[in-house]
């Protein structure tokens, strides 16, 4: 009885607690020897799982935000007064991440390493499409002086969940003191997920029951079991 207990739970378990797992990333410092310099435009990922739930993706740049020609660092000019996150979001100058699901998915995070060009600080504030981008609809924010990593849980939010067509990601950028300086992007970090983005397939309704029934199932076996030998 305990041995087929244990084997029920061990059979369960995983499938209720999968792990998060790598789909797609960008290496910034590849290809070699110049990496991704953002004036040679977009860039689709350096690797992609085998089993990954998305068929692809690119990086670029907003049309209203200007290149930089910087060899292994992906970067934009963010020109202009913008010192505020409205401001930013007028501008219209962002960084896009847009990936193509495989069917249906859920994303769950995504890991960005982001930089400046001089030691300035500088604010992000991460949307989505699926999402909208208002203030008040930011997915997260991060403030940085050189190089931050920056890793994002998708979780939490509807409008990324149960996701069958091309999906954006927007990264709005800005300076609280205005002036120039304000050169930043995707970095070329340590490692080789510069840029990932972690997504699954949602898990079905009834497997959610089938665990929830088999692990009762269990507890009422052991139960007979505790009775029966009183």
């Not at 990496?35 to 977009?42: D, F, H, P, R």
């Not at 208002?134 to 990593?149: A, H, P, Y």
């Not at 954006?168 to 995707?186: C, L, V």
Request: glycine share 10%; charged share 10%.
């Amino acid at each position: 009885m305990k041995k087929l207990a244990f084997l029920i739970v061990a059979a369960v378990v995983p499938m209720l607690n999968a792990a998060q797992v790598l789909d797609l990333s960008w290496d910034i410092g590849t290809p070699t020897p110049n990496g991704k310099n953002a004036a040679s435009g977009s860039y689709a990922q350096d690797y992609k799982a085998s089993d990954s739930v998305l068929s692809g993706g690119t990086i670029s740049l907003s049309p209203a935000l200007p290149a930089m020609n910087v060899n292994n660092a992906y970067r934009g000019n963010y020109t202009g007064t913008y010192t505020t996150a409205a401001d930013a979001l007028t501008s219209l100058q962002y960084l896009t991440i847009a990936v193509t699901p495989i069917g249906t998915v859920n994303f769950e995070k995504l890991v960005l390493n982001m930089q400046t060009a001089t030691a300035s600080t500088f604010t992000w504030n991460l949307y989505s499409d699926k999402t909208g981008s208002t203030l008040l609809q930011s997915l997260s924010n991060g403030t940085q002086s050189t190089i931050i990593n920056w890793q994002v849980d998708l979780t939490g939010f509807s409008g990324l969940q149960n996701v069958s067509t091309v999906t954006e990601f927007r990264i709005y950028g800005y300076r609280a003191a205005s002036g120039a300086n304000k050169e930043a992007g995707f970095a070329n970090a340590v490692g080789s997920e510069d840029i990932g983005v972690y997504a699954t397939v949602p898990e079905p309704a009834s497997l959610g029951l089938l665990g929830f029934g088999l692990i009762s199932i269990v507890g009422a076996m052991r139960f007979s079991a505790r009775r029966g030998n009183a």
